[in-house]
Nanobody, 122 residues
Framework: QVQLVESGGGLVQAGGSLRLSCAAS????????VGWFRQGLGKEREFVAT????????FYGNFVKGRFIISRDNAKNTVYLQMNNLKPEDAAVYYC???????????????WGQGTQVTVSS
């Protein structure tokens, strides 16, 4: 029922910032946890961040170390990922996904967007 569209990716220099957006449609969005995952070329999909349905609680992958912030605006049916101090190893396709609980497990999410490409130059 939920449809997700990511945007905001692009090319940025190391140390720069990007703000990704995940625009959602469907009545279940506001009752769902939303996560961000990424997948580099030839690599497995990796957990980045997740937030509960209200946005009150957040959880991040170990590599984030304070650089990224996930937030949501339920009135706009949108979730954001603010990425700061980007590193070349952050280059990947970034996906948002919705599920019942805010967890780092890929299998806990039911709907996925098509992804947005992030490229980081050194």
């Amino acid at each position: 029922q939920v449809q997700l569209v990511e945007s905001g990716g692009g090319l940025v220099q190391a140390g720069g910032s990007l703000r990704l957006s995940c625009a959602a449609s469907g009545r279940t969005f506001r009752n769902s946890a939303v996560g961000w995952f990424r997948q580099g070329l030839g690599k497995e999909r990796e957990f980045v961040a997740t937030t509960t349905e209200s946005g009150a609680s957040t959880f991040y992958g170990n590599f984030v170390k304070g650089r990224f912030i996930i937030s949501r605006d339920n009135a706009k049916n949108t979730v954001y990922l603010q990425m700061n101090n980007l590193k070349p190893e952050d280059a990947a396709v970034y996906y948002c996904a919705v599920g019942r609980l805010a967890t780092p497990k890929i299998t806990d999410y039911d709907y996925w967007g098509q992804g947005t490409q992030v490229t980081v130059s050194s």
